[in-house]
């Protein structure tokens, strides 16, 4: 079942570490299948290196093992609630990754102040309000915090990242941790300014049209 989905992602997990994002079986990548609207998650406290697409947990929505031997990551219930409340995610990450978790302990957004940024998210990476470890507190301050966004922070815990995909996912938490440590390097030496939102606006909608392969043009030769 969902044979492509798990082999994704399996594969998205597997980058969070490669990437410096997670340590040991710290974090965690989903993907939706938008046919059955099942989830496929990786296997709570295995560590990274031993993950394999055999290994992934298949879930319903309302959290109940469909296929796999192994127990569902303890992140499984905040990615449900946020699946349940944004039929426009199909992949979701969640890190600690250090740099932009160090904005989420001090409970403070990371300010669009770069285009890697606004090119993919279109607006500074929110912080939300402190949430009580568990399922439903944790995936509503997510989504409260991104407000139809890509990214937000929880204060105190970490990031979470949403795409259409799983690996879209994982891709906005890559770049989000570089640009967090851009910024917190940046502010080390001072003050820094965010972009003006119609920047910000410019730089999104630019980014949309002209990034990828979609559309390409034949160079000629």
């Not at 879209?168 to 440590?181: F, N």
Request: aromatic share 6%; proline share 6%.
């Amino acid at each position: 079942m969902l044979e492509a989905l798990k082999r994704e992602v399996c594969e998205q997990n597997l980058e969070l570490p490669q990437a410096g994002l997670v340590v040991g079986s710290g974090g965690n990548v989903s993907g939706r299948d938008p046919d059955t609207g099942h989830i496929v998650i990786k296997p709570s406290g295995l560590k990274f290196a031993k993950l394999t697409p055999a290994s992934m947990v298949v879930v319903d929505i309302d959290g109940r093992i469909v296929e796999g031997d192994l127990k569902p990551s303890v992140d499984t219930g905040v990615h449900l609630v946020i699946y349940r409340a944004r039929p426009d995610v199909f992949g979701i990450a969640h890190t600690h990754s250090p740099y932009a978790t160090s904005f989420a302990a001090r409970g403070e957004p990371i300010p669009a102040v770069l285009t890697p940024i606004t090119h993919i998210l279109g607006r500074d990476v929110p912080c939300s309000r402190y949430a009580t470890p568990g399922e439903q507190d944790t995936g509503q301050a997510v989504v409260d915090a991104a407000a139809g966004g890509h990214a937000a922070l929880v204060k105190a815990h970490g990031v979470f990242t949403m795409g259409k995909s799983a690996t879209e996912a994982a891709s906005i938490a890559m770049y989000l941790e570089e640009a967090a440590k851009t910024t917190h390097l940046a502010m080390l030496r001072g003050p820094v300014e965010s972009l003006p939102q119609e920047e910000i606006d410019r730089c999104y909608n630019w980014f949309r049209r002209n990034y990828g392969q979609s559309g390409a043009k034949k160079i000629e030769t």
